[in-house]
């Protein structure tokens, strides 16, 4: 599957031009799943990590899903600053990534490694505002993500990606997921609201 998606994403026009990495969220990748049926193994592989995840959290019921998956196609030196995502679910999937000699996942550093500049990391925050000020009890984790990687997460979480050192491109896919009980409660009223 990642062979064929990284195919996809190093031939096809939408990913090849310059503002690409400004637009990509800007669309939804399975408007191209008739192109490349990789897609579709990716989106069922999302779902279904999707079931798992909110089963391991305590989400139980039925749901109506709504979600958006976007690429990310770095390039050397690419970076994506500090930011958490309006929806209330998250997850990346990692097609392609530079290889590293760091442990996939890295969550109990001194917060004196918070502020070292690691390479072609995804660094996940301590959630608590201000947490970081006085130290001891600041949490912070870092990935060092491999092709095949999925990771899921709330979509609150403060994250943020440094840049890679690789002449390739890094190649990944995001997810939003908005999940809404299908079974309100009777205490609470539903409109449609158009403003
Ligand atoms: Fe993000």
Redesign the pocket.
């Known amino acids: 599957m990642n062979h064929r998606l990284r195919y996809f994403f190093s031939t096809h026009e939408r990913f090849l031009c310059d503002d690409q990495a400004e637009k990509s969220d800007q669309g939804n990748l399975m408007e191209h799943a008739s192109e490349e049926p990789a897609l579709g193994e990716l989106d069922s592989l999302f779902t279904d990590c999707l079931e798992t995840y909110c089963r391991e959290i305590g989400w139980r019921g039925d749901f109506d899903l709504e979600y958006q998956l976007f690429p990310n196609v770095a390039p050397k030196g690419h970076y ?1 600053p500090s ?3 309006v929806s209330h679910i ?1 997850a ?1 999937y990692y097609v392609h990534t530079q290889p590293v000699d760091r442990p996939l996942l890295v969550s109990d550093e001194d917060v004196t490694q918070y502020w070292r500049p690691d390479r072609g990391a995804l660094i996940l925050h301590d959630p608590r505002f201000n947490a970081s000020l006085c130290g001891g009890w600041h949490y912070h984790a870092k990935v060092f993500p491999r092709p095949g990687t999925m990771i899921f997460f709330p979509s609150f979480l403060w ?1 943020e ?1 440094t840049p890679h050192d690789s002449e390739e491109a890094r190649l990944s896919v ?1 997810a939003n997921f908005f999940l809404t009980y299908r079974n309100v409660p009777p205490y609470l009223r539903q409109r449609q609201l158009t403003v």
Do not use: M
């Open positions: 994506v930011h958490n995502h998250s990346v994250h990606v995001a």
